[in-house]
């Protein structure tokens, strides 16, 4: 059962325009939520994180956003650039360490020059 | 530099083979982790060992085995029971819930 669902398996955005990535959860326990960003061949890295005491975080172009009532979180990039092309996965977690962590199926993220 | 290293980047297992991912890392986590990656899907949890000489199962734990008789080594074995093995194999360290992640291991299967 799929506790962590990112629904749009691609998204294409052009350069300097904004990507809004979603992901939604089903687990109310989830209290922290993570996005990673990863290149073909490559692991993924750590981009962005949110603690569910908050709504908002933002580093630099990179905001994400957490509706509890709602389990959504989104990922905007703002502006988008060509090397933002990847797939980002979002993932949940709930207590502490990583063994409790959830990933999403991730959304292949294109941008276009 | 501190990070983690996986070798080989490829690696081929004939039937009935036993093959040994490698995973190192320089960061002084105590956890580690392996994932495995399937086309389409997200990350799946292997094992993971929080300390030396301990190691749990996660989700997808059949068909394989690890050690941990070092801090800084978590070596994955695919066994020959593991009846679908090709995948792109990651190994992570963590610290709290973040992880570092390897540039990871394609296994494929002859």
């Known amino acids: 059962d799929q506790q962590v669902k990112q629904n749009s398996p691609s998204l294409s955005v052009q350069e300097g325009r904004i990507s809004i990535l979603n992901c939604d959860y089903t687990n109310s326990m989830f209290d922290y939520f993570l996005w990673y960003k990863k290149y073909p061949a490559e692991g993924p890295t750590f981009l962005i994180s949110?603690?569910?005491i908050k709504d908002k975080n933002e580093d630099g172009r990179f905001t994400v956003f957490l509706n509890k009532s709602a389990k959504h979180l989104s990922l905007h990039i703002v502006p988008s650039q060509p090397g933002d092309s990847a797939v980002y996965f979002c993932a949940a977690s709930w207590g502490t360490g990583a063994n409790n962590l959830f990933f999403g199926t991730g959304t292949r993220l294109t941008v276009i020059p | 530099d501190g990070g983690i290293t996986q070798s080989p980047k490829y690696l081929f297992r004939k039937e009935g083979q036993n093959v040994t991912l490698s995973c190192e890392q320089n960061l002084n986590h105590d956890a580690m982790y392996w994932y495995r990656q399937d086309p389409g899907q997200g990350l799946r949890l292997i094992y993971y060992?929080?300390?030396?000489?301990?190691?749990q199962k996660g989700d997808i734990a059949e068909g394989y085995s690890v050690s941990r008789e070092k801090k800084e080594s978590f070596p994955l074995t695919v066994t020959s029971a593991q009846k679908n093995p090709t995948a792109f194999y990651l190994c992570?360290?963590?610290?709290?819930?973040?992880?570092?992640f390897g540039s990871g291991t394609q296994l494929s299967v002859l």
């Open positions: 949110i603690s569910s």
């Open positions: 992570a360290s963590s610290l709290n819930e973040k992880l570092f």
């Open positions: 060992s929080q300390i030396v000489n301990d190691f």
